[in-house]
């Protein structure tokens, strides 16, 4: 179940059980790997481990699909953006040319839709990594694990904070919305012409910077009230110890770290197209 004011979701397994400092690092450490490579074999690889950790973190479908679904799209925007803009620019990657049908009076070549397929699949093998961070991390743990490491805890608790804040702007994005909607603002499909629905979106934008500045100012006269900054150091209620679990999970990720290093640079290096 989804904490209130949170995107934690709390539950028992392995993941939920690492450090939030570990889980930061191993979401570095794979975007790292993943940006290492133009290789669709490399990234279908992380996908389906990532698919697999998640499972493992017990983290249904639907408690993630919002952001699954952002995801998609925007892979999928910008997929055809890079087709319509540069539709020849994978060939000049490989300096090998295979048409299809001419856009805009330029054509398309196999090695771009193979080169925005494997871009795609770049982005989606980051989701499942940034899943699990987001959604096992508990925002109040998170900022005494970056404490801990050496960050300063006025960072810390900014971090806390701005994890905690996400889920009210969002609600805030929907009571707007909705009220707008009574007074007869059009947003959904069917209602109106989509530039007059887009346009419809800037009767959201002022309310929602606005609600959002004061509660920044609510929560900034809060902590100064409690001396908040005052002192070098604090102590944290949620802090933990590194556990075994921890140990492993940093042993492995360096063992990933470089197993990645060592096949960019003698086997999987530069663009892969197979025909």
């Known amino acids: 179940m989804t904490t209130i004011g949170t995107l934690y979701i709390d539950k028992k397994s392995p993941i939920h059980s690492l450090d939030g400092s570990i889980k930061l690092l191993m979401l570095l450490v794979w975007t790292a790997v993943a940006f290492m490579f133009m290789d669709i074999r490399v990234f279908i690889v992380l996908i389906l481990g990532g698919t697999l950790l998640i499972r493992v973190a017990n983290i249904k479908f639907k408690e993630v699909k919002p952001l699954i679904m952002f995801l998609l799209v925007f892979t999928l925007f910008n997929s055809i953006f890079l087709i319509l803009i540069t539709p020849t620019y994978g060939s000049k990657l490989i300096d090998h040319y295979t048409p299809i049908f001419n856009i805009l009076g330029k054509p398309l070549t196999y090695e771009t839709l193979w080169f925005s397929i494997t871009l795609s699949l770049k982005y989606l093998s980051i989701l499942p990594i940034t899943i699990i961070f987001i959604f096992t991390t508990h925002p109040s743990r998170f900022a005494s694990s970056l404490n801990k490491i050496g960050i300063s805890y006025k960072i810390s ?100 770290a470089i197993a990645g290093i060592f096949i960019n640079k003698f086997y999987l290096n530069g663009f892969w197209y197979p025909f």
Request: charged share 25%; hydrophobic share 45%; no cysteine.
């Open 157 to 256: 608790y900014a971090v806390n904070i701005a994890l905690r804040y996400i889920p009210d702007v969002r609600d805030d994005f929907i009571n707007i919305m909705h009220t707008q909607e009574a007074r007869g603002v059009a947003f959904r499909k069917g209602e109106d012409k989509f530039i007059n629905r887009f346009k419809n979106y800037n009767t959201i934008l002022i309310p929602l910077v606005l609600s959002s500045l004061n509660r920044v100012e609510v929560v900034s006269n809060a902590m100064n009230l409690r001396g908040f900054g005052s002192e070098k150091t604090r102590s944290w209620y949620n802090g933990k110890k590194y556990d075994k679990f921890d140990f492993l999970a940093i042993i492995l990720l360096f063992i990933g």
